[in-house]
Structure formats: structure tokens, C-alpha cells
């Protein structure tokens, strides 16, 4: 392993906190708002549901901090399948991230590409499709040259996000409060099923934090600095949101935002004039292009980690002497552009709503059987009241993921066939050629 080098254990809490706000802070926060104002009209409600989706992620955090502590990897939820449930649960689990997060990829590109051709980039002569190709190229020249300098960009771009967002903040309430109802207010106009419906978009707005566990093998003391970076993390981002949404809410009724599509951008609008679409455009592809850095970061330690276990050829399983998995971030980008170019990235986005939250479910059961497997193993950080509380995760994860399943169920099935047929293929290729590229898959 020496000859073909090690990830460089240089990062950081400060880079552990921006990459879950990295990963975290987006679009969401921008357009979520008023899908969820339809659940009440009381400002009180939806401020306590934002509130409360920092709780449920917080809850949902806990055995990523636990796996993260005691089993720092750059497999991240790979390596704690591989631990808990034996090679083809780790085989399956890294066909279910890369098959996911590639494609995904591609489609934060392409948005970033749609983002630069409103702003008029490239003056009409280049398509989303292409301005989407040159932000691939651009990320991969960024965080080629080591992890020190990846771990820097990501720490600009996610403070870049924060103040911005607390600058809008800070401005919305600058300006006069909107005017109090003069009649009485529907605390549930769609009853409990608009409160449901809130938390779903909520919970997705908080989606994200997992990925820091990713670098396990490049933070320094994981052990103490990963739980802290994710429970840090997703204080920082309930903050956050809970301020966004206050400031909202002092410059437009909960009816306002009810009826909006972009709440922030139309808020900014009584403020900004003509040019608050600009602001808000700028902000996006400031966002897009954040999460599309970090992206390139996380699958290329996946990548990097499946080829070291011999699941992907052990070519990609090269580091550079600044740490950087170059072969394996190549393969992203190629990977990703090919999902892009086809257009295959858009079914595939598809199949991911219930693919991730299937890894939920995965990671809670994973904490628990090694709870009775290993025992012994050192955990730096510990979930209290363990099997209470892990019972009550995994039925919550459960009950979600019987309901994206069923909301959408073709999708959701497709996105379990495919990772059931690469990994049977690969499973089988692996017994007929008797593990050329495999370690004990058979």
C-alpha cells in the first residue's frame, strides 16, 4: 500500500463543520420555506418546525457519529457495512453510493451549468450541457493539487454561504415587519397531513451531514473530531435556518410565503427591487458550485476506498503525495459526465430519494449489530440509552422509507433493482473469474 500512497490526515474541525454545512446549505432553504408555510399560519408553528427538523436530524446523527468514531474510513457507510454485515453488504452498499452520488453529480452540474446561462455566460453559444462539463473540469483542477487546498476551497465556500444567508437576515429585518392579520389564524389549514408533508421537505432540507464521515482517514483525532463536526454541523444549520426563516417571516405573512414558489427570492424583492433575481441567482450558483467541490471530494474517497478493497479495480486506488485520489477522481468526472451527456442522471436522481434513505436504515442497523458483534470496540463516542433510542431511529427510518417507496414506487424499485443487479453481476463475474478484482466477494 505505501507504493501507491495514503489519504494525508491534515483536516481539521474547521473543515469537518464546512463540509456538513457545505453538504447541508443550498437551494433548499431558499425554496423551502413556502411549502412549508402552507402547513400553518401561525409563525410560531413553522419556526418550531424548522426547530424540530434540527432535533430529527440530530437524532438521525447519531449512529453516523458512533460508526464515524470508532470506524474512520474513507469508505465511510461502505466501510461500516463491510464491518457489521460481511463483503457483499459492503459490495451492494458501494454500488448504492456511487450509482447515487455520481449521477447525483451530474445533476448538480447541470444545474450549476442552467445557473451560469441565466447569468449569460458564454453569451448563448454554450448550452447548460457544456458550462455544466467545464464545472466538472473546473472542481477536478481545484481539488487535484492536495487536500490542503480542497479542505481550504470548502472552508471559503460554506463561510461564503453563512454570511451570505445571515446577511439577508440581517437586512430583511432591517426593513419594516410585515402587518398582523386582522383575522383570526388556521393553526392547521391542511391538518395533520400539511404538517407531515412540512417535515418531509424540512427533513431533505437538513440532508447531507452524513458525508463528513467520509474523511475519517484525513480528519485529525476522528474520534472526537467527527461527532463534533456533525452535532456541530447541524446546530450551526438549525441556526441558521431558524434566523432565515424569522427574517422571512418579519417581511411577508405566512399566507405570502404560502403562495410562493422562491419565498427568499420574493422577500429580497421588497428589498432588493429588480435586482434581487440577480442576488439570488449569484447566491445559487454559489451554492451549486459548494456542493459540486464537496461532491467531487466525497465520491473520489468512496471510489478510492472501493478500489482498496477490491471491489473497482486497484488502479484507482492510487494517492498522490499531497493526498489527493487522483486516478479515482478522474473516474468521477468521467463517470459523472457520461450520466450527464446521456441524460441518464435525470432517472437515476430518481431512484434516490428512497436509495439514501435506505442507507439511514442501513447505518442504524449496522450501529446495532455491532453493538452485539463487537462489543469491545473502541468507541470514542457513544449513543446513550443505545438500544431504546436505535429502535425508535430504525422504526422512524423505516416508516419514512415505506412512505417515499410508496409515493413513488416504480422509481424506487428500479433504484433497488439496479443496485441488486450490479451487485449479483459483479458477485458472480467475481465466482467465475475467481476474484480477479475482489478480495472475498465470493
Given at each position: 500500500m505505501s507504493d501507491k500512497g495514503h489519504l494525508l490526515r491534515v483536516l481539521g474541525i474547521v473543515f469537518g463543520l464546512a463540509a456538513v454545512v457545505g453538504s447541508v446549505v443550498g437551494q433548499g432553504i431558499l425554496r423551502a420555506p413556502g411549502v412549508v408555510a402552507q402547513a400553518s399560519e401561525s409563525p410560531w408553528i413553522l419556526i418550531a418546525l424548522w426547530v424540530l427538523g434540527g432535533i430529527l436530524a440530530a437524532f438521525a446523527a447519531l449512529p453516523f457519529a458512533e460508526l464515524g468514531a470508532a470506524l474512520p474510513s474513507a469508505g465511510g457507510v461502505v466501510a461500516f457495512a463491510g464491518r457489521a454485515f460481511g463483503p457483499k453488504a459492503r459490495l451492494a452498499t458501494a454500488f448504492t453510493m456511487l450509482l447515487m452520488l455520481i449521477s447525483a453529480l451530474a445533476?448538480?452540474?447541470?444545474?450549476?451549468?442552467?445557473?451560469?446561462?441565466?447569468?449569460?455566460?458564454?453569451?448563448?453559444?454554450?448550452?447548460?450541457?457544456?458550462?455544466?462539463?467545464?464545472?466538472?473540469?473546473?472542481?477536478?483542477?481545484?481539488?487535484?493539487?492536495?487536500?490542503?487546498?480542497?479542505?481550504?476551497?470548502?472552508?471559503?465556500?460554506?463561510?461564503?454561504?453563512?454570511?451570505?444567508?445571515?446577511?439577508?437576515?440581517?437586512?430583511?429585518?432591517?426593513?419594516?415587519?410585515?402587518?398582523?392579520?386582522?383575522?383570526?389564524?388556521?393553526?392547521?389549514?391542511?391538518?395533520?397531513?400539511?404538517?407531515?408533508?412540512?417535515?418531509?421537505?424540512?427533513?431533505?432540507?437538513?440532508?447531507?451531514?452524513?458525508?463528513?464521515?467520509?474523511?475519517?482517514?484525513?480528519?485529525e483525532d476522528p474520534g472526537k473530531q467527527i461527532p463534533r463536526a456533525i452535532f456541530g454541523g447541524i446546530l450551526g444549520i438549525t441556526l441558521l435556518y431558524v434566523a432565515v426563516n424569522l427574517a422571512l417571516l418579519h417581511r411577508?405573512?405566512?399566507?405570502?410565503?404560502?403562495?410562493?414558489?422562491?419565498?427568499?427570492?420574493?422577500?429580497?424583492?421588497?428589498?432588493?427591487?429588480?435586482?434581487?433575481?440577480?442576488?439570488?441567482?449569484?447566491?445559487?450558483?454559489?451554492?451549486?458550485?459548494?456542493?459540486?467541490?464537496?461532491?467531487?471530494?466525497?465520491?473520489?474517497?468512496?471510489?478510492?476506498?472501493?478500489?482498496?478493497?477490491?471491489?473497482?479495480?486497484?488502479?484507482?486506488?492510487?494517492?498522490?503525495?499531497?493526498?489527493?485520489?487522483?486516478?479515482?477522481?478522474?473516474?468521477?468526472?468521467?463517470?459523472?459526465?457520461?450520466?450527464?451527456w446521456s441524460g441518464t442522471y435525470l432517472a437515476l436522481s430518481s431512484t434516490s430519494t428512497s436509495l439514501s434513505q435506505a442507507i439511514f436504515v442501513l447505518v442504524a442497523l449496522c450501529s446495532m449489530r455491532l453493538r452485539i458483534t463487537e462489543p469491545g470496540l473502541a468507541r470514542p463516542f457513544k449513543v446513550p440509552f443505545f438500544w431504546p433510542l436505535m429502535c425508535l431511529l430504525l422504526l422512524l427510518d423505516a416508516v419514512t422509507l415505506a412512505v417515499f417507496i410508496a409515493q413513488d414506487p416504480y422509481y424506487a424499485l428500479l433504484g433497488f433493482g439496479l443496485v441488486a443487479a450490479l451487485s449479483g453481476g459483479y458477485w458472480l463475474l467475481a465466482r467465475i473469474g475467481r476474484g480477479r478484482y475482489t478480495k472475498d466477494l465470493a
Open positions: 445533476g448538480v452540474a447541470i444545474v450549476a451549468g442552467e445557473f451560469l446561462v441565466r447569468l449569460g455566460v458564454g453569451g448563448g453559444r454554450f448550452g447548460p450541457g457544456a458550462l455544466a462539463t467545464f464545472m466538472l473540469v473546473l472542481f477536478f483542477v481545484v481539488n487535484a493539487p492536495g487536500t490542503r487546498m480542497s479542505g481550504t476551497v470548502q472552508i471559503l465556500f460554506s463561510a461564503t454561504k453563512g454570511v451570505v444567508l445571515m446577511a439577508l437576515a440581517v437586512v430583511l429585518f432591517s426593513q419594516p415587519g410585515v402587518a398582523q392579520a386582522a383575522t383570526p389564524i388556521e393553526l392547521a389549514p391542511q391538518g395533520w397531513l400539511g404538517f407531515a408533508t412540512a417535515m418531509l421537505v424540512i427533513v431533505g432540507a437538513y440532508n447531507g451531514w452524513g458525508d463528513v464521515v467520509v474523511y475519517g482517514e484525513e480528519i411577508l405573512a405566512p399566507a405570502e410565503m404560502a403562495s410562493s414558489e422562491f419565498a427568499a427570492a420574493d422577500a429580497a424583492g421588497t428589498v432588493f427591487g429588480g435586482t434581487g433575481d440577480l442576488v439570488f441567482t449569484l447566491f445559487g450558483l454559489l451554492s451549486i458550485s459548494a456542493i459540486c467541490s464537496l461532491m467531487m471530494m466525497t465520491i473520489s474517497r468512496i471510489t478510492y476506498d472501493s478500489a482498496r478493497e477490491g471491489i473497482l479495480p486497484s488502479y484507482f486506488a492510487t494517492v498522490t503525495p499531497r493526498g489527493t485520489p487522483l486516478r479515482a477522481m478522474t473516474l468521477v468526472v468521467l463517470g459523472s459526465a457520461a450520466f450527464l
